[in-house]
């Protein structure tokens, strides 16, 4: 089964980058006990200053949806979203390389 | 010193993802010998066919400046430049998260 992975660029409403990057590292900090997720990695942009970037490997595609409905999932988008101005989000499917 | 990503998604000539996707699945292998190379990860896209996406984290912005000036990268970019239609390149800064 291929892994599967999402490549999140968040912009956030001015001034709250800071607040949501704390909201985005509690999720990943939930996906410390979630063996299927392999990645949560959050990084800032010094060159955007509203844009967080957050890049998620799992071990499968259906590990991922089943982690958006768990409660603790639902409670980080309640909490993230009136932060948020804009999302594009980009589906990925890792082939190889270092770190994979 | 902070760490410094890159997330850089490529777009390939009409039929050449696969060749240009060989391509960067060498330059990670050269980076399995550096150290400060911490991920260099390739991914293709399900929904965009002609899309390949690495992701870079270094464990600093002089060891990614320095990767470049070598020749075993500039080889890798000269084979690489016929096969790319475009090239959007984002610099990031990683603070946190799983598998970081």
Not at 20 to 43: F, M, N, R, T
Not at 61 to 85: F, N, T, V, Y
Request: glycine share 8%.
């Amino acid at each position: 089964m291929s892994k599967f992975g999402m490549n999140v660029k968040f912009t956030a409403k001015e001034g709250q980058r800071d607040a949501l990057a704390q909201i985005l590292l509690g999720a990943a900090a939930v996906a410390e006990g979630v063996p299927d997720c392999e990645k949560y990695i959050i990084s800032v942009s010094d060159t955007e200053p509203d844009v967080i970037w957050v890049y998620e490997i799992w071990s499968n595609a259906e590990a991922h949806q089943a982690s958006l409905d768990q409660e603790a999932s639902k409670a980080s988008i309640r909490q993230a979203m009136p932060l948020i101005a804009g999302v594009e989000s980009c589906q990925i499917r890792p082939v190889g390389g270092k770190g994979l």
